[in-house]
């Protein structure tokens, strides 16, 4: 499992992963923890979706799309798709950070 995801998932989101979780443990646990958020602290849960820069059109439509689903796993799913783009956008930048000077624009 990607500690990256697995350490940002704690420190945003409150919750206390151990680093050798399995994904779909994750899952359920981030899940778990959505749904707690839903119900009791939605004003949280917005906050956090905020911070963590899930796309409120692609929620909104993904809600709509599978109307009757469980929400807390579908937000689930979008916020681990949104931190592992962070995490492969940061390597992608770092790489480029490695270009020598005189190659750099």
Same mark, same amino acid.
């Given at each position: 499992m990607n500690t990256d995801l697995i350490s940002y998932i704690n420190k945003t989101l409150e919750i206390n992963l151990p680093d050798s979780i399995s994904f779909d443990e994750l899952k359920q646990k981030l899940s778990a923890r959505i749904n707690h958020l839903i119900n009791h602290d939605f004003e949280k849960l917005v906050s956090l979706l905020y911070r963590i820069d899930v796309n409120e059109n692609k929620l909104r439509k993904l809600l709509e799309q599978k109307d009757g689903e469980d929400a807390a796993r579908l937000i689930t799913d979008l916020i681990i798709e949104r931190q592992l783009q962070k995490i492969k956008s940061r390597k992608e930048s770092k790489k480029? &950070?490695?270009?020598?000077? &005189?190659e750099k624009w």
């Amino acid at each position: 499992m990607n500690t990256d995801l697995i350490s940002y998932i704690n420190k945003t989101l409150e919750i206390n992963l151990p680093d050798s979780i399995s994904f779909d443990e994750l899952k359920q646990k981030l899940s778990a923890r959505i749904n707690h958020l839903i119900n009791h602290d939605f004003e949280k849960l917005v906050s956090l979706l905020y911070r963590i820069d899930v796309n409120e059109n692609k929620l909104r439509k993904l809600l709509e799309q599978k109307d009757g689903e469980d929400a807390a796993r579908l937000i689930t799913d979008l916020i681990i798709e949104r931190q592992l783009q962070k995490i492969k956008s940061r390597k992608e930048s770092k790489k480029n &950070d490695e270009i020598p000077d &005189d190659e750099k624009w």
